[in-house]
């Protein structure tokens, strides 16, 4: 079993910027593919990125291209999510999980999650 401790979150004003970091138990972390979802009060759950920890490919959100940016560090099993040009619809908890699928848009797809985050946009 794979446990996943996500940190960095916080209140942030508009045009702002985060760094949201997952932490992972496992040595084998470089076996899976780690993404990151959020969910705002009364929505469903979104994607927001993955990335193949191995190797170099990564997906976006259409909400986030161009904005955040996901990158992991196989030998500290963790993963980030760099987040800039924050605004109040980025309001959200935010999750990493791990899969084994690609490109891992699908919550279900995701086999392991982190107890969340929250990340708040405001002035």
């Known amino acids: 079993q794979v446990q996943l401790v996500e940190s960095g979150g916080g209140l942030v004003q508009p045009g702002g910027s985060l760094r949201l970091s997952c932490a992972a138990s496992e040595r084998t972390f470089n076996t899976w593919n780690m993404g990151w979802f959020r969910q705002a009060a009364g929505k469903e759950r979104e994607f927001v990125a993955s990335?193949?920890?191995?190797?170099?490919?990564?997906e976006y959100g259409d909400s986030v291209k161009g904005r955040f940016t996901i990158s992991c560090d196989s030998s500290k099993n963790t993963g980030y999510l760099q987040m800039n040009s924050l605004n109040t619809e980025d309001t959200a908890v935010y999750f990493c999980?791990?899969?084994?699928?690609?490109?891992?848009?699908?919550?279900?797809?995701?086999?392991?999650w982190g107890q969340g985050t929250p990340v708040t946009v405001s002035s």
């Open positions: 990335i193949i920890v191995s190797g170099s490919m990564t």
């Open positions: 999980a791990v899969t084994r699928a690609w490109p891992g848009r699908r919550p279900y797809e995701y086999i392991y």
